[in-house]
């Protein structure tokens, strides 16, 4: 089993910066992606950015350039550095964990808020 720990959600102004960080904790070592994803009440739960254990990283084209993913494999970890937030951005982020290729399985986090509001 997987728990998905995520931190660093808030409150921030337009134009300000955020991390988010998520940690994995499970009795077999090991992923293949994890990453974040976001959503407004109502609304489709949408893919933010994700990273695979070699580290590469997919960004949504409306995040491109403004967030910034990474990794920590040993611990299980990975963190959404958030800039240049804007009003759009606020949402619930959820960490999104995948273990193996061969099946459609992920594990959820329970979601940290994310407000930007002047």
């Known amino acids: 089993q997987v728990q998905l720990t995520e931190s660093g959600g808030g409150l921030v102004r337009p134009g300000g910066s955020l991390e988010l960080s998520c940690i994995a904790s499970?009795?077999?070592?090991?992923?293949?992606?994890m990453g974040w994803y976001r959503q407004i009440p109502g609304k489709a739960r949408e893919m933010v950015a994700t990273?695979?254990?070699?580290?590469?990283?997919n960004y949504a084209p409306d995040v491109s350039g403004r967030f910034a993913i990474g990794s920590n494999n040993a611990k299980m970890a990975i963190t959404l550095y958030m800039m240049n937030l804007k009003p759009e951005d606020t949402a619930i982020y959820f960490c999104?964990?995948?273990?193996?290729?061969?099946?459609?399985?992920?594990?959820w986090g329970q979601g940290t808020q994310v407000t930007v509001s002047s």
């Open positions: 499970s009795n077999v070592p090991g992923f293949v992606l």
């Open positions: 990273i695979d254990s070699g580290g590469f990283a």
């Open positions: 999104l964990f995948r273990r193996s290729w061969d099946d459609d399985t992920v594990a």
